[in-house]
């Protein structure tokens, strides 16, 4: 079984900041990519920001020079900070992890239960 549980989520004014976690347990052999998405109420679900178990980046347009992603390897965890927030960024954020577990063959896409975020204006 593998698990990702998120934190941090909650509520901030605009141009406030907020930095989420989100740690994979369970019977985990190796973890690849890990990354966060987002999803507005009528929107699809949308990727924020990614990064390899190498270090590599990648954000969507609308977060560059305002989120920074990072990952510990050594407790399997991704975080996400969030500055500059505006109210556009409102939405429930979701972890997603590329992981094999124990015993299977390939990766597997894994995602958080999601936490949500809301900034006022």
């Known amino acids: 079984q593998v698990q990702l549980v998120e934190s941090g989520g909650g509520l901030v004014q605009a141009g406030g900041s907020l930095r989420l976690s989100c740690a994979a347990s369970?019977?985990?052999?190796?973890?690849?990519?890990m990354g966060w998405y987002r999803q507005a109420p009528g929107n699809q679900r949308d990727l924020v920001a990614a990064?390899?178990?190498?270090?590599?980046?990648n954000y969507a347009d609308s977060v560059k020079g305002r989120f920074t992603i990072s990952r510990d390897n050594a407790k399997n965890t991704v975080y996400l900070q969030m500055d500059s927030l505006k109210p556009e960024d409102s939405a429930v954020y979701y972890c997603?992890?590329?992981?094999?577990?124990?015993?299977?063959?390939?990766?597997?896409?894994?995602w958080g239960q999601g936490t949500q975020v809301t900034v006022s204006s």
């Open positions: 369970g019977s985990i052999f190796s973890i690849n990519a």
């Open positions: 990064i390899t178990s190498g270090g590599a980046k």
């Open positions: 997603n992890a590329e992981i094999i577990s124990n015993g299977a063959l390939q990766y597997r896409d894994y």
